[in-house]
């Protein structure tokens, strides 16, 4: 597999700034995403084990990341908080790639009623605030990674719904599908075969971007007291536990996680504006 | 199409947009969770003060006439119940609704007039640092948690420095009282508004000063895409003839920049205004909780902590419809300015 | 004003294109001179030189820009902008885009002339442009118009009016009735030269098309690929054109007299400016092109009293 990814690597480097953000973005994200995993071998102390050290002391040589309220070592809840929000995030891309997605080709390619109805529906969703929308339906479907992720999945099918309909759409004007209609090509293949491998590049913008919002979106789900109820490290229970303890001026409890999930989302999104860029290139003097 | 015809199918494109927001709240809120009292409860059985309950709130009756309730008392202003003491939800959420208003408005403006600076001067400086680092800046602020800036503004300025006020909307017995003239009492609950109403500068100050961080806070983060729209938008208007022929002409630098270039790249800022308002709602959740900021968005944060479920049903049918008519005003708005569309 | 040896240059990122090359020329007081070539000829980065508005990613190279014994390109930021819509003033070729479209006419004649004369009032401002638009043969109402509302033709009037507002004494025009059709464009170029006669300035006309600058201007000069390949009154251009490129370009101008002219074009296409062929850069089109040619560029030969042609057909003890 490597031996595929360094060419890859190298052809995105040659594309300029924009190879470079994605490169960028990806070293960000991968880098989080192996701490996350090995974060079991390599964290200091149990994350999870109170009174490590004494409670609220600030960074020192042996708590680079300082202590929480109860004496836990934040150096290693950094490390292996990310596994919730990356966890919630991988889940709801996964679904809204599986509804978004059929959807949009299903809509868009039908055209006539169904589609402006759903596409009626879809505008509505969309022009919800995201947020809002996530509480309602997290409320409803009770705590957990996976009803997070379903929650963070509803807000953001629209976006990609939207992407793929709009695509679809100017796709389907070209000759060379019109000549496959003509051919007698039947609708699921046409859509397959001509329309879908067009329509991934901008699928994966969207997917980028959409990773980067969930993760925010799941660190305020957090914060408003709906994050997941177990008691693992998370960076958005961090960032809330600490909430508390500002008076005091104790920095270290939220600084550090939110700066992770900073560079989480920034990966994310630095990988978004890159692709988005590579595909269509601006206008370059 | 003439404005006119613009105008009247906008409006008329809202109320069926409106009505789906209503129904999938209702669906939401009060169908898929199948019974709100049993969740309000929290599974402790107590089947007395179920049974009480639910006949006070109507949820007794048939869904179908739930649903009809639901509505009719939304065009009538009635958003139902709170659990916690049967009070209506309406006038809780009519409360706290300027605050979070005027949240939301000065978010905006920090947002658009930082946002539209920023990008006006990165497009003048094109592919040079000022460029670059402006465009990062911009991507950065959208990566960051809003309530997470929020807390670090907090440290920075409220605990470290003392500066500003750590959270709430003003100290007690200072709230402005607006316009008081004899019989006649006026007020917007708008406090920046009400305290010049009533020609009281140092509360107007004082406002000021706990209105600050919250909204800046939100306007930072907001700003990115006002960043990236305005420069996109110079960079190509900056390119069309018509500067370099103002340009030619001889006039001056400043003149060009903004007269020429910003005001026919402004009506998209303007349409981006409205789409981004959904976002700012969003955010506005998350800032007025960190801040303490007694608007709509704790009053949600508050209800759920309190498994209020019709409370938390009327909230966001009120988010909802304030959204349709916010983007609406701006369509308008838009179609009005364009000059192409109205001749 | 006098131009030396300028060079513009466009740094792009494949490379860098010398749009105009070694450019010497002069320009007397009411002097109408013509400038001739194709697209990309460099013509137009000449005019926009002249008022140092060449667009990213050109720049200047070499060469000085004299006007009234000041040096232009030395100029501070703000000197150089007062010299622009005062004393150089420029007519853009495509009208339909050269206005502000949220800006009544009006407007852009108040704005104009208080830039460059701010204690002038809105009013005397607002009179000078009725004057103006008399001047251009525009009905003084049109002030209160946007753009859109007004015709082509009209459009371009107005620019000539901004143009001549401030009396200059160059008007740079480029291309100016390219976008318009051929009955306006006899009349625009007609309304040039009856300023040019009102108001003692002199005009340059950038064109793509020699008929029009034949008869209508005092000298022309004809470029090609970024250089000026002849450079002559236009009575000797007409009677006498001794640049192979300039014979052609005569050749390919129907003569409504001639009966039965064939029309002959200049094959080939001008060159690609990132990769140009060394020596002489007409040589693969030119009919009579020689071993020379195609070896060194050739340098600016006088071959008459004020006639300069870039050819070596004209070196000195050459037989022509």
Same mark, same amino acid.
């Given at each position: 597999?490597? @031996?595929?990814?360094?060419?890859?690597?190298?052809?995105? $480097?040659?594309?300029?700034? $924009?190879?470079?953000?994605?490169?960028?973005?990806?070293?960000?994200?991968?880098?989080?995403?192996?701490?996350?995993?090995?974060?079991?071998?390599?964290?200091?102390?149990?994350?999870? $084990?109170?009174?490590?050290?004494?409670?609220?002391?600030?960074?020192?040589?042996?708590?680079?990341?300082?202590?929480?309220?109860?004496?836990?070592?934040?150096?290693?809840?950094?490390?292996?908080?990310?596994?919730?929000?990356?966890?919630?995030?991988?889940?709801?891309?996964?679904?809204?790639?599986?509804?978004?997605?059929?959807?949009?080709?299903?809509s868009s390619?039908?055209g006539g009623v169904i589609d402006r109805f759903v596409s009626l529906i879809m505008d509505s969703v969309y022009a919800f605030p995201?947020?809002?929308?996530?509480?309602?339906?997290?409320?409803?479907?009770?705590?957990?990674?996976?009803?997070?992720?379903?929650?963070?999945?509803?807000?953001?099918?629209p976006s990609?719904f939207r992407v793929?309909r709009s695509q679809v759409l100017s796709?389907k004007e070209?000759?060379?599908?019109?000549?496959?209609?003509?051919?007698?090509?039947?609708?699921?293949?046409?859509?397959?075969?001509?329309?879908?491998?067009?329509?991934?590049?901008?699928?994966?913008?969207?997917?980028?971007?959409?990773?980067?919002?969930?993760?925010?979106?799941?660190?305020?789900?957090?914060?408003?007291?709906?994050?997941?109820?177990? %008691?693992?490290?998370?960076?958005?229970?961090?960032?809330?536990?600490?909430?508390?303890?500002?008076?005091?001026?104790?920095?270290?409890?939220?600084?550090?996680?939110?700066?992770?999930?900073?560079?989480?989302?920034?990966?994310?999104?630095?990988?978004?504006?890159?692709?988005?860029?590579?595909?269509?290139?601006?206008?370059?003097? | 199409m003439t404005l006119r015809t613009y105008i009247i199918s906008r409006i008329l494109l809202t109320i069926p947009m409106i009505f789906i927001l209503l129904t999938t709240?209702?669906?939401?809120?009060?169908?898929?969770?199948?019974?709100?009292?049993?969740?309000?409860?929290?599974?402790?059985?107590?089947?007395?003060?179920?049974?009480?309950?639910?006949?006070?709130?109507?949820?007794?009756?048939?869904?179908?006439?739930? *649903?009809?309730?639901?509505?009719?008392?939304i065009f009538?202003?009635?958003?139902?119940?709170?659990?916690?003491?049967?009070?209506?939800?309406?006038?809780?959420?009519?409360?706290?609704?300027?605050?979070?208003l005027?949240?939301a408005i000065?978010?905006m403006i920090?947002a658009v007039?930082?946002g539209v600076?920023?990008?006006?001067?990165?497009?003048?400086?094109?592919?040079?640092?000022?460029?670059?680092?402006?465009?990062?800046?911009?991507?950065?602020? *959208?990566?960051?948690?809003?309530?997470?800036?929020?807390?670090?503004?907090?440290?920075? &300025?409220?605990?470290?420095?003392?500066?500003?006020?750590?959270?709430?909307?003003?100290?007690?017995?200072?709230?402005?009282?607006?316009?008081?003239?004899?019989?006649?009492?006026?007020?917007?609950?708008?406090?920046?508004?009400?305290?010049?109403?009533?020609?009281?500068?140092?509360?107007?100050?004082?406002?000021?000063?706990?209105?600050?961080?919250?909204?800046?806070?939100?306007?930072?983060?907001?700003?990115?895409i006002f960043?990236?729209l305005t420069?996109s938008n110079m960079?190509e208007t900056?390119?069309l003839?018509f500067?370099?022929?103002? =340009?030619?002409?001889?006039?001056?630098?400043?003149?060009?920049?903004?007269?020429y270039a910003l005001r026919n790249a402004f009506l998209p800022v303007l349409t981006m205004m409205g789409l981004q308002f959904a976002m700012l709602l969003?955010?506005?959740?998350?800032?007025?909780?960190?801040?303490?900021?007694?608007?709509?968005?704790?009053?949600?944060?508050?209800?759920?902590?309190?498994?209020?479920?019709?409370?938390?049903?009327?909230?966001?049918v009120v988010f909802g419809i304030f959204v349709s008519i916010v983007s609406l005003a701006i369509d308008l708005l838009y179609a009005y300015l364009d000059p192409r569309i109205r001749l | 004003?006098?131009?030396?040896?300028?060079?513009?240059?466009?740094?792009?990122?494949?490379?860098?294109?010398?749009?105009?090359?070694?450019?010497?020329?002069?320009?007397?007081?009411?002097?109408?001179?013509?400038?001739?070539?194709?697209?990309?000829?460099?013509?137009?980065?000449?005019?926009?030189?002249?008022?140092?508005?060449?667009?990213?990613?050109?720049?200047?190279?070499?060469?000085?820009?004299?006007?009234?014994?000041?040096?232009?390109?030395?100029?501070?930021?703000?000197?150089?902008?007062?010299?622009?819509?005062?004393?150089? +003033? *420029?007519?853009?070729?495509?009208?339909m885009t050269?206005l502000n479209p949220v800006k009544k006419?009006?407007a852009?004649?108040?704005?104009?002339?208080?830039?460059?004369?701010?204690?002038?009032?809105?009013?005397?401002?607002?009179?000078?442009?009725?004057?103006?638009?008399?001047?251009?043969?525009?009905?003084?109402?049109?002030?209160n118009d946007y753009p859109h509302q007004l @015709?082509?033709?009209?459009?371009?009037?107005?620019?000539?009016?901004? $143009?001549?507002?401030?009396?200059?004494?160059?008007?740079?025009?480029?291309?100016?009735?390219?976008?318009?059709?051929?009955?306006?464009?006899?009349?625009?170029?007609?309304?040039?030269?009856?300023?040019?006669?009102?108001?003692?300035?002199?005009?340059?006309?950038?064109?793509?098309?020699?008929?029009?600058?034949?008869?209508?201007?005092?000298?022309?000069?004809?470029?090609?690929?970024?250089?000026?390949?002849?450079?002559?009154? @236009?009575?000797?251009?007409?009677?006498?054109?001794?640049?192979?490129?300039?014979?052609?370009?005569? =050749?390919?101008?129907? %003569?409504?007299?001639?009966?039965?002219?064939?029309?002959?074009?200049?094959?080939? @296409?001008?060159?690609?400016?990132?990769?140009?062929?060394?020596? +002489?850069?007409?040589?693969?089109?030119?009919? +009579?092109?020689?071993?020379? +040619?195609?070896?060194?560029?050739?340098?600016?030969?006088?071959?008459?009293?004020?006639? &300069?042609?870039?050819?070596?057909? *004209?070196?000195?003890?050459?037989?022509?």
């Amino acid at each position: 597999m490597l @031996s595929h990814l360094l060419p890859g690597l190298a052809s995105l $480097a040659k594309r300029g700034l $924009a190879g470079w953000l994605v490169i960028f973005g990806g070293i960000l994200v991968s880098v989080v995403v192996v701490m996350t995993i090995v974060s079991p071998w390599i964290a200091p102390h149990d994350p999870s $084990a109170i009174n490590v050290g004494q409670p609220l002391s600030p960074p020192s040589s042996q708590f680079p990341f300082g202590t929480d309220d109860v004496g836990r070592d934040m150096l290693s809840r950094i490390i292996s908080g990310g596994g919730i929000m990356l966890q919630v995030a991988i889940l709801s891309v996964i679904v809204c790639l599986m509804i978004g997605v059929p959807l949009g080709l299903f809509s868009s390619h039908t055209g006539g009623v169904i589609d402006r109805f759903v596409s009626l529906i879809m505008d509505s969703v969309y022009a919800f605030p995201g947020l809002i929308l996530a509480i309602a339906i997290a409320l409803v479907l009770g705590r957990g990674v996976i009803n997070m992720a379903l929650s963070i999945a509803v807000v953001y099918v629209p976006s990609y719904f939207r992407v793929i309909r709009s695509q679809v759409l100017s796709i389907k004007e070209m000759p060379y599908v019109e000549a496959a209609n003509a051919a007698g090509a039947r609708k699921r293949t046409v859509l397959s075969r001509y329309i879908l491998p067009n329509v991934v590049p901008s699928i994966a913008v969207v997917a980028t971007v959409n990773f980067a919002d969930a993760i925010l979106t799941a660190a305020g789900l957090t914060f408003i007291g709906m994050g997941v109820p177990v %008691n693992v490290p998370d960076w958005g229970w961090d960032l809330t536990n600490g909430r508390r303890l500002l008076p005091s001026g104790a920095w270290w409890v939220i600084t550090f996680p939110g700066v992770m999930i900073i560079l989480l989302a920034l990966g994310f999104t630095l990988m978004g504006e890159g692709l988005s860029e590579l595909l269509s290139p601006r206008l370059e003097q | 199409m003439t404005l006119r015809t613009y105008i009247i199918s906008r409006i008329l494109l809202t109320i069926p947009m409106i009505f789906i927001l209503l129904t999938t709240v209702f669906l939401i809120l009060r169908v898929l969770p199948g019974d709100p009292v049993l969740l309000h409860f929290e599974k402790m059985e107590n089947p007395a003060a179920m049974a009480a309950m639910r006949a006070q709130l109507g949820l007794d009756k048939p869904l179908w006439a739930q *649903y009809f309730d639901y509505v009719v008392g939304i065009f009538r202003g009635d958003l139902g119940k709170s659990m916690q003491d049967y009070s209506p939800v309406a006038q809780q959420i009519f409360s706290a609704f300027p605050a979070t208003l005027e949240l939301a408005i000065c978010s905006m403006i920090i947002a658009v007039l930082l946002g539209v600076f920023l990008g006006v001067e990165s497009s003048k400086a094109y592919n040079k640092p000022k460029d670059q680092v402006i465009r990062v800046f911009g991507i950065v602020t *959208y990566a960051i948690p809003v309530f997470f800036l929020g807390m670090i503004l907090q440290l920075i &300025f409220g605990v470290g420095l003392h500066w500003l006020p750590v959270g709430g909307r003003i100290s007690p017995t200072m709230e402005p009282t607006g316009l008081n003239i004899g019989n006649l009492h006026f007020s917007t609950g708008l406090f920046t508004i009400d305290s010049l109403l009533e020609g009281n500068i140092y509360k107007f100050v004082l406002t000021l000063k706990y209105l600050l961080l919250p909204s800046l806070t939100l306007g930072l983060v907001l700003c990115g895409i006002f960043i990236r729209l305005t420069r996109s938008n110079m960079l190509e208007t900056l390119r069309l003839d018509f500067v370099t022929a103002a =340009k030619a002409r001889g006039l001056k630098e400043s003149t060009v920049t903004y007269s020429y270039a910003l005001r026919n790249a402004f009506l998209p800022v303007l349409t981006m205004m409205g789409l981004q308002f959904a976002m700012l709602l969003a955010g506005a959740v998350l800032t007025e909780t960190t801040f303490s900021w007694p608007g709509l968005g704790r009053y949600l944060v508050d209800r759920i902590n309190f498994r209020d479920y019709t409370a938390i049903q009327g909230t966001v049918v009120v988010f909802g419809i304030f959204v349709s008519i916010v983007s609406l005003a701006i369509d308008l708005l838009y179609a009005y300015l364009d000059p192409r569309i109205r001749l | 004003m006098t131009v030396d040896a300028l060079t513009v240059e466009y740094w792009t990122r494949k490379g860098k294109i010398r749009a105009v090359e070694d450019m010497s020329f002069s320009l007397e007081k009411a002097e109408t001179l013509g400038v001739v070539g194709e697209s990309g000829s460099g013509k137009s980065t000449l005019g926009l030189s002249l008022i140092g508005l060449v667009p990213f990613p050109g720049r200047i190279t070499k060469g000085k820009i004299i006007l009234k014994d000041k040096e232009v390109l030395k100029l501070r930021k703000d000197d150089l902008r007062n010299l622009r819509g005062k004393e150089i +003033c *420029y007519v853009f070729q495509d009208p339909m885009t050269s206005l502000n479209p949220v800006k009544k006419i009006g407007a852009h004649f108040v704005e104009l002339i208080r830039t460059h004369e701010p204690q002038v009032t809105k009013q005397e401002a607002l009179k000078r442009a009725k004057k103006l638009l008399k001047d251009v043969g525009i009905q003084p109402e049109r002030l209160n118009d946007y753009p859109h509302q007004l @015709s082509g033709g009209m459009r371009q009037r107005v620019m000539i009016g901004l $143009a001549i507002a401030l009396n200059p004494s160059i008007v740079v025009a480029d291309e100016p009735t390219t976008a318009l059709d051929v009955i306006v464009q006899a009349k625009i170029l007609d309304l040039l030269n009856a300023l040019r006669d009102a108001y003692g300035m002199a005009l340059i006309l950038i064109t793509h098309d020699l008929s029009i600058v034949l008869q209508r201007s005092d000298r022309i000069m004809v470029m090609y690929a970024g250089h000026m390949v002849e450079y002559a009154p @236009s009575i000797e251009i007409y009677s006498n054109p001794k640049h192979p490129y300039t014979q052609g370009l005569l =050749k390919s101008i129907p %003569n409504i007299e001639l009966a039965d002219q064939k029309l002959e074009a200049i094959s080939g @296409s001008p060159p690609d400016l990132l990769d140009l062929p060394k020596g +002489c850069r007409f040589w693969p089109r030119c009919y +009579c092109a020689f071993e020379r +040619c195609r070896m060194e560029a050739p340098p600016l030969i006088t071959t008459g009293t004020e006639h &300069f042609t870039r050819c070596f057909l *004209y070196e000195e003890g050459r037989k022509a």
